[in-house]
């Protein structure tokens, strides 16, 4: 299997997944301005038992972005740039984003799924959490080197 495929070992799932989308962060102090906003955001999201039929597989798929690597030629390119200027997903995150479609794209093929999610704490799922139980290390957002965007995808509930 391909390394950026990662069989879920052990689902990790709460019912209050949505409210960390409220958290307050930097120029948001009311969380994400997606909240309830958006079909795929809490809490019109459904729950991850109502849309993957969880008798079937699952897996990550994820995405891989060197951070660092990214920050240092920023700094190299804008030396007057401020570190939040230099790390601003504006000038990265299409590439990781670019990156994790094509993934996810070549993962439903191989393993003939037809379901994914690439917001699944949306719909309930402790990523860290599940993330670890299933061997993948997924940097936090304080300590960010290697950037990993995850989708989650398996087979729709049909029932």
């Known amino acids: 299997m391909l390394n950026y495929i990662v069989p879920i070992k052990k689902l990790i799932v709460s019912r209050r997944t949505g409210d960390w989308c409220r958290l307050s ?3 948001h102090p009311k969380g994400c301005p997606n909240y309830g906003m958006s079909k795929r955001c809490p809490p019109q999201a459904p729950m991850v038992d109502e849309y993957f039929d969880l008798s079937k597989p699952l897996y990550f798929v ?6 660092t690597a990214h920050i240092k030629k920023m700094r190299t390119k804008h030396p007057e740039w401020s570190g939040r200027q230099c790390q601003c997903v504006l000038y990265w995150q299409g590439t990781s984003r670019k ?5 996810v794209e070549k993962a439903i093929w ?3 799924t037809n379901a994914s999610a690439s917001c699944p704490e949306a719909m309930g799922v402790n990523v ?4 670890r139980w299933s061997g993948l ?3 936090r957002i304080r ?3 290697i950037c990993r965007h995850t989708t989650l995808i398996g087979f729709t509930n049909e029932g």
């Open 25 to 27: 962060y930097p120029n």
């Open 62 to 67: 994820h995405s891989e972005f060197d951070f």
């Open 99 to 103: 990156q994790m479609k094509e993934r």
């Open 110 to 112: 191989l393993l003939r």
């Open 128 to 131: 860290y959490a599940t993330a």
């Open 137 to 139: 290390h997924l940097d």
């Open 143 to 145: 300590d960010l080197k």
